[in-house]
């Protein structure tokens, strides 16, 4: 068995004296795992670094096993970020989330897709904090857990949506939630329109509790949120305003 396909670094750990463990979230074969032979050598270590870009090709005897992993590194996204610990933490929550969330090798394209752009939005892009929320909802809906944001599960209107229902998750209107507000999850305007105003950073841990609130509940019922996001999380909390 052999494939070749393109791929972004999840995580890398250590598989005996000399070879690592790569997983790899891949364009058309998802969430796969492969041995690296030779994989703790200095220069292998700066390759698989979470986040970074790969063109990859596995090899196995027969497709249910481990199988070995040879990749050449296309973006070193990981090393560029260096210097900015609140990007590199976003960088390595999305890998985290990502690596936790996804069953093994089933193809997810879209996501895959949208993945791909939010690492090199993390990277260049000002908005990369709304677009890291923004991907934790698509992830959401991608493993069959999306939130309706369309309409108001109580009256039905489609305006005026500020809260989100943490059982359903279906939107609220101000004025159908205001007698259970304290029970509701905030909803941030930028989720649903990309062209709201900017959002204050308030509004971002509000994105990111909300999504939290799903994927604790349901994505992660059985394990924990990985601790890569909690470091994000904080680091965006001591952050103090808005990061461009």
């Known amino acids: ?144 857990f999306g939130l309706d944001l369309s309409t108001c599960a109580v009256s039905g209107k489609t305006t005026d949506l500020v809260y989100v229902s943490p059982r359903s998750g279906r939107a609220v209107s101000s004025k159908a939630g205001a007698e259970w507000r304290e029970k509701l999850l905030p909803l941030p305007a930028f989720l649903l329109r990309s062209e709201a105003s900017a959002p204050s950073l308030e509004d971002v841990h509000a994105a990111l509790n909300l999504t939290g609130w799903f994927l604790t509940g349901h994505v992660f019922a059985d394990a924990k949120v990985p601790p890569a996001r909690e470091r994000f999380l904080e680091r965006l909390a001591q952050a103090g305003s808005m990061p461009g």
């Open 1 to 144: 068995m052999e494939w070749n396909d393109s791929g972004i670094v999840l995580s890398a750990r250590r598989h005996g004296e000399t070879s690592s463990l790569v997983i790899l979230f891949t364009a058309q074969h998802g969430r796969h795992a492969g041995l690296v032979r030779g994989g703790q050598g200095r220069r292998a270590r700066g390759l698989y670094q979470a986040g970074n870009r790969v063109s990859a090709t596995w090899r196995a005897r027969l497709e249910e096993h481990l199988g070995n992993l040879r990749c050449e590194l296309v973006h070193a996204a990981a090393a560029g970020l260096l210097d900015d610990a609140l990007r590199l933490a976003a960088l390595s929550a999305a890998c985290a989330v990502v690596e936790a969330a996804l069953p093994e090798r089933h193809p997810y394209p879209v996501l895959y897709e949208e993945f791909y752009r939010l690492a090199g939005r993390i990277e260049n892009d000002a908005t990369w904090v709304e677009s890291y929320a923004r991907f934790e909802l698509m992830l959401l809906a991608e493993l069959g």
